[in-house]
């Protein structure tokens, strides 16, 4: 294999090891979080970006703008930080619409609002017809990290508790569903939102806030797949108790779709300690984007040679989850 | 005019009407600086991004990979910012050979660890092959700002002192001639180098220094008459003191290109009051990125509606230089 494959790009194992074999030494980049933590003469910031190339521009729920701003609000949540700013890169393709330009950048613009984050740089690149396939974004951000807050897996430990904020599969889905001529009633939407807020607010939890993660890119199983190895730890989760939509489901089924390995955009993974692991329910759901917030599962001590996902089935089997491998999805974000 | 040109791409004169009827506005973004300047709980910074589409990937002097450390680098010092650290996103064309990836991400190391930033966070996507062309690189790039350091085109006034920090035009002919396929003996080669290390030095002549630009996209030409319409003065230049290579004039002509509009990567203008320019002027030839530096016109009061560039050429005639309609030079960065 030594060519760019489409699962590369998909966030699941062949991603890795390519960011493994090319990128991490090469960068000398260590931690692979969803965001960097840096220090700026003495303040910790953190720095993040994506580029996104979802297909089509517009779906239901979302377009690739509102996610673009989301996406990366999320990535510098996810590491606890407070999100200040982001830069914006267009790559457009020769042809389009400057309608469909128009109401992107409307979009952004009312996500940066929404997410109270400021776009301050910005960058457009303009490539021939058949270089590229309409739009792609890049956004890059810059947020604020609170002095003494860890939230790595290696403070993860057995006993803690796992955490999901809401259903899953809802983005990947809706983009599927879209892309394939699809529809439901009512129809499926994306969950693209940003959880800035809801972060914030399970920070009151304090220390015993261990990990966050956005299952995107592989989804929930890749998510927590990439945590047990990066804690070395093994963990349980129960399928019962991780809510998909009968939507969701169904759609899911027609596709051919795992909803376990579906991007999210709109929903977090928490790993807390037992002791804390209530009140932060609590608190998150009191914040209207962690209502359906509950408990799936928890933290085992390591066994064998490689930690393991386990997913305890609803009629009572057990399940290895593995990362996803190459892509069932391309190109939804 | 409803789809997007190529020529928005070019940085002229479509370019910014598209960045006034469509981002400005939307983004709230008043200034349009090569990097925001922004306050960071009372420590000021800048951040900047910019997408690379060049076309070929290697190129004679240099690759995409290097061009996008040194063109975010250089984005922020042009504002006095000193750069820390930048983010990388890659989109790649499916079948893109990991050779070719495996050579610009090694380049890129380089090209960090030659202007002293740090690679802080990635982002890979993959499209399908015939979405993309090969590889697309955007970085986003964070630097400190020293207190009270204002480079604004405001502060411009008539009497200043424009300076040239080399020959003009070596990037963009030398991607253009590699493009068609031309040879030149000996080789013409890419300009691509990080000016962070030339402004700090550039910083010592204090508050006279007042603008700092990389003549990228447009070239010289379309960088002059932003300086004029965003300071609202005229400005003259002396053709016979524009330094172009006997190479790149001659190439120029024979690909009918005007080096005046071709983009550097490796050169900067600088406005300076005339009471230190010649200290400037001094001080840039002492670094090895400023040996060629000269003064090449001057700034002059306001005349008439538009603010104009007026080039005095070698035989004694005067040309007004507009900025870039369209481009004549798709996908040179």
């Known amino acids: 294999m030594d060519r760019i494959l489409l699962g590369h790009g998909a966030g699941g194992r062949l991603m890795h090891s390519l960011i493994r074999e090319h990128f991490s030494g090469a960068f000398g980049m260590a931690e692979l979080l969803d965001a ?40 510098l949540s996810m590491v606890g930080a407070r999100p200040l700013c982001l830069t914006v890169g267009f790559i457009l393709e020769e042809g389009l619409p400057l309608e469909d330009l128009r109401r992107i950048v409307a979009s952004m613009a009312r996500a940066a609002q929404r997410a109270g984050v400021a776009l301050v740089a910005g960058d457009t690149k303009v490539v021939e017809r058949g270089k590229g396939d309409g739009m792609f974004i890049n956004t890059a951000g810059l947020g604020l990290l609170p002095e003494g807050l860890e939230l790595v897996p290696s403070r993860m430990s057995p006993g803690d508790v796992v955490i999901l904020s809401g259903p899953v599969g809802e983005h990947g889905i809706a983009v599927m569903a879209e892309r394939n001529g699809l529809s439901f009633e009512p129809p499926l939407r994306s969950d693209t939102r940003p959880l800035n807020d809801l972060v914030q607010k399970m920070l009151q939890a304090g220390e015993g806030l261990k990990v966050l993660r956005d299952p995107t890119r592989g989804g929930l199983a890749t998510t927590l797949k990439e945590l047990a190895l990066q804690s070395g730890l093994n963990i349980l989760v129960r399928e019962e108790d991780i809510p998909v939509s009968p939507q969701v489901r169904g759609a899911a089924e027609l596709l051919g779709l795992d909803p376990l390995y579906v991007a999210c955009e709109g929903v977090l993974v928490a790993v807390a300690g037992a002791p804390v692991a209530e009140y932060l329910l609590a608190l998150m759901r009191e914040h209207p984007d962690g209502v359906q917030a509950r408990a799936i599962g928890e933290v085992l001590p390591p066994e064998g040679s490689e930690p393991r996902v386990v997913l305890q089935t609803a009629i009572g089997g057990q399940r290895m989850l593995e990362m996803l491998l190459a892509e069932q999805l391309p190109r939804i974000c």
């Open 36 to 75: 960097a933590r840096l220090s700026l003469e003495g303040r910790r910031v953190a720095m993040s970006t994506d580029s996104y190339v979802v297909k089509p521009l517009f779906f239901p729920g979302g377009d690739i703008g509102e996610l673009s701003v989301y996406g990366t609000v999320n990535d």
